[in-house]
Nanobody, 118 residues
Framework: QVQLVESGGGLVQAGGSLRPSCAVS????????MGWYRQAPGKQRELVAA???????IYGDSVKGRFTISRDNAKKMVYLQMNSLKPEDTAVYYC????????????WGQGTQVTVSS
């Protein structure tokens, strides 16, 4: 029973920073890919960042140089450091896990709202 629980969203002024986190339970955390996606009202859900169990990362073009994803396998946590926030970053941010336990499985968190004001 894998659960992903996001926290750390909120309201921030443009140019500010937030660091939402995702707590993972009910899974073996090491063999997986953790990611952050976001979805704004009326928009498609898009990949923000992802990190493999080996530490490799990818980022969406719109956040490169501003956001940093990281993971702590011992704590079963994943983080998204968001700097230089822009109003267009406003969205619900979702934690995502693709996990290998005999096979690949996918899980989503409930999301945390990030609002960036002008």
């Amino acid at each position: 029973q894998v659960q992903l629980v996001e926290s750390g969203g909120g309201l921030v002024q443009a140019g500010g920073s937030l660091r939402p986190s995702c707590a993972v339970s009910g899974s073996i955390f090491s063999i997986n890919v953790m990611g952050w996606y976001r979805q704004a009202p009326g928009k498609q859900r898009e990949l923000v960042a992802a990190v493999t169990s080996g530490g490799s990362t990818i980022y969406g073009d719109s956040v490169k140089g501003r956001f940093t994803i990281s993971r702590d396998n011992a704590k079963k946590m994943v983080y998204l450091q968001m700097n230089s926030l822009k109003p267009e970053d406003t969205a619900v941010y979702y934690c995502h896990e693709k996990q290998f336990v005999r096979n690949w499985f996918e899980y989503w968190g409930q999301g945390t709202q990030v609002t960036v004001s002008s």
